[in-house]
């Protein structure tokens, strides 16, 4: 929900319109180009549980949605009724890229100048992973030079966001504190799961979620 949630507000430029509307001016200029988001394309990187549910809103959205996830053998093609990309296909087609991928050593710094140099133009990328799968200040640089329309984080390299950074300056960059897991309904669900599957692995019962699998 918040990963769509920021997508759509970059997409939309609400940061800026709203800063317009509270100017008590009309002029759209300084927040174009919007467009219709049955002509986006909507990238997600990563298909694990929330990978997959981001990109089932995105398409009910209307957007074209597209997933990558090395997890996927190469010669899949299709997977949920979801065209399967590589990597670079991702980024060089897609208009909006949402990540959901681990922070490991493979994925460090994976969005770069490099990667922003290949990605479209006014292309907008969207965080609630990890920080450091983002250079930030490679995502600045896109950010002030336009190859980047914008960003939604939830997640940074330096959490909280020091006051004296760049990216409070750049108002096509929506911003939250790590905030993405929160709702009324999962802090409940969280406390409850958490003391389920101490429940069943007491009565010898396979529990969901589980890290390290037990030895049959």
Same mark, same amino acid.
């Given at each position: 929900d918040h990963a769509i949630t920021m997508a759509l507000g970059v997409a939309r430029n609400i940061k800026v319109l709203d800063a317009q509307a509270r100017k008590s001016t009309m002029d759209l200029v300084p927040a174009m180009p919007i467009h219709q988001f049955v002509d986006q394309t909507f990238g997600v990187l990563g298909f694990g549980a929330i990978g997959r549910n981001t990109a089932s809103k995105a398409r009910g959205?209307?957007?074209?949605?597209? +997933?990558?996830?090395? %997890?996927?053998?190469?010669?899949?093609?299709e997977k949920d009724g979801f065209k399967v990309v590589s990597f670079d296909e991702l980024i060089a087609e897609s208009d909006i890229i949402s990540l959901h991928v681990p922070l490991i050593p493979a994925t460090k710094h994976l969005f770069n100048d490099e990667t922003f140099a290949k990605m479209k133009d006014g292309a907008i990328i969207v965080n609630t992973a990890r920080g450091g799968?983002?250079?930030?200040?490679?995502?600045?640089?896109?950010? &002030?030079?336009?190859? @980047?329309?914008?960003?939604? @984080?939830?997640?940074?390299?330096i959490e909280p966001v020091p006051a004296d950074s760049p990216l409070l300056k750049l108002?096509?960059?929506?911003?939250?504190?790590?905030?993405?897991?929160?709702? &009324?309904?999962?802090?409940?669900? @969280?406390?409850?799961?958490? %003391?389920?599957?101490?429940?069943? +692995?007491?009565?010898?019962?396979?529990?969901?979620?589980? +890290? +390290?699998p037990r030895k049959k």
């Open positions: 959205l209307g957007f074209n949605t597209i +997933v990558s996830d090395p %997890m996927i053998p190469a010669d899949v093609t799968v983002i250079d930030t200040d490679a995502l600045i640089r896109a950010v &002030e030079s336009g190859k @980047l329309r914008g960003a939604g @984080l939830d997640v940074l390299e108002n096509r960059v929506i911003l939250s504190p790590h905030a993405a897991y929160y709702s &009324e309904e999962s802090y409940f669900q @969280l406390k409850r799961r958490t %003391m389920q599957n101490v429940i069943d +692995v007491l009565k010898g019962r396979e529990c969901k979620n589980i +890290v +390290v």
